[in-house]
């Protein structure tokens, strides 16, 4: 079957580092996304790794290790308005011709404490 | 500014009766796709869509029902035979890129 695993929830203080893991297994892989979502709100893009590695933009880089199937979030710095839940996304593309469709997991509450 | 436009944001509904979401996007974009989100859980895809007139089923697509007449537009209808529809209804379109932009949501209640 298809899963992602990542934790349910991490806590730390404000100007701290967290890093939230992803293990993933999909019958396709093509990328693996990160969203994030504040309480009644809709997920916002953050980043999209296809590739092995690190990509970093601003405060907030995501890793990659396909032949492990894991990739992390790492959100430095971390501010009050960080406090929200992150989903990684998983796109497995099954045909040539085929978008791909987004399997997501079950989300990472981040609380960010004074 | 483009985007994804879902309607209504709150609905209510009563058992037995079918409903409609509406998800219009001015983004241009060929694949759109519909969530289902219940409290502190990820999200489910339901139904999408690589083109116009084509979609195929989700993970969760019993009880629901999509059309895809329009590039803007992809509807989704829940059924009365959808057993426990209250939930959290996200629409998204992707970009080239792979990157997913989705609308404000749906929040639909059964009374």
């Known amino acids: 079957g298809q899963s992602l695993e990542q934790p349910s929830e991490v806590t730390a203080v404000e100007g701290a580092i967290v890093q939230i893991n992803c293990t993933y297994q999909?019958?396709?892989?093509?990328?693996l996304s990160w969203y994030q979502q504040h309480d009644g709100g809709a997920p916002t893009f953050l980043s999209y790794?296809?590739?092995?590695g690190l990509e970093e933009t601003g405060r907030f880089s995501s890793f990659l290790s396909r032949s492990d199937s894991y990739g992390y979030l790492l959100l430095q710095e971390l501010q009050m308005k960080d406090s929200a839940s992150y989903f990684c996304a998983v796109r497995d593309e099954w045909e040539t011709d085929s978008w791909g469709k987004f399997q997501f997991g079950a989300g990472t509450q981040v609380v960010v404490t004074p | 500014d483009g985007g994804i436009t879902q309607s209504p944001k709150y609905l209510f509904r009563k058992e037995g009766q079918n409903v409609t979401l509406s998800c219009e996007q001015n983004l241009n974009h060929d694949a759109m796709y519909w969530y289902r989100q219940d409290p502190g859980q990820g999200l489910r895809l339901i139904y999408y869509s690589q083109i116009v007139n084509d979609f195929q089923k989700g993970d969760i697509a019993e009880g629901y029902s999509v059309s895809r007449e329009k590039k803007e537009s992809f509807p989704l209808t829940v059924t009365s035979a959808q057993k426990n529809p209250t939930a959290f209804y996200l629409c998204a379109s992707m970009r080239a890129s792979g990157e997913l932009f989705f609308g404000e949501g749906s929040r639909l209640t059964v009374l």
């Open positions: 999909t019958s396709g892989f093509y990328g």
């Open positions: 790794n296809a590739l092995d």
